[in-house]
């Protein structure tokens, strides 16, 4: 239940993301306030994706269970 | 016996070796693959700057959604193989191909509706960096099909599903590339009408 857990929260993670990413650009009229904004959030959301459900760090480890 | 034990950890050995050849392939496909993507978001930015033209944000923000959703069901997809529950992992990947019909839909009511069209500089980045990315989500929905189909027919288990989480790894990868597509082709960028 554990596994399923953290995605889910990462999942949750990632829509407020979103959603704040919309609100931000939606409402700011600065480009590069915005740019540098949604360039970092994007970033974020690519690092959450890799690293939980990618699996990114799977590929550095030696042995596991299956 | 003892030869019995070695055979068995040799074999262990052995398939674990394949695991990780397999996941640094699929990363390197990743990888090259990235280059593509990347070269036609860095063309958005050379061609427009930080311009674009009308979209619909609200449409541009359901298909995001509905993106990110289909990755929440391909995760628990590849995390109910991994522990053997097979009924599970069936509906989820049948939920993650839907998502990825309507998305694809999405995009292509997106295309009839949009006010440019593919001679202006923004028509062609935004056909081309859509059309691109559909054409990858098109690709995931039928190998996830067939991934679904191996899955009915008894393939799988919590100690071989690697063609389970590859096709998973690649929806994932599919949706990061939508995370930089979203707001370069969507939010980022003065509004400009054609000619000015």
Redesign the interface.
Known sequence: MK??QK??VV?IL??VL?IV??IF??NFDN?LV??VG??A??LA??GM??AY????M??FKT??A? | MAVAATAAAHAHGHAHNRLQLNRVGLWLFFFSESIVFGLLLTSRFFLMGVDREHVDQQLGLIITIILLLSSVTAFTAETAIEQDRRRLASWMLLATILLGVIFTVGVGFEWSIAEFNRKEVFGTVFFTMTGIHATHVVTGVIMLFLVWVQLKRGKFSSRDHFAVSGTVMYWHFVDVVWVFYYPALYLIGNVVTPGQ
């Open positions: 596994a399923f995605g889910y999942a990632l829509a979103t990413e919309y650009a939606v480009e915005k740019f949604l360039s959030a994007a959301k690519v994706i890799g459900f990618m699996h990114f799977r590929i042995e596991e299956h």
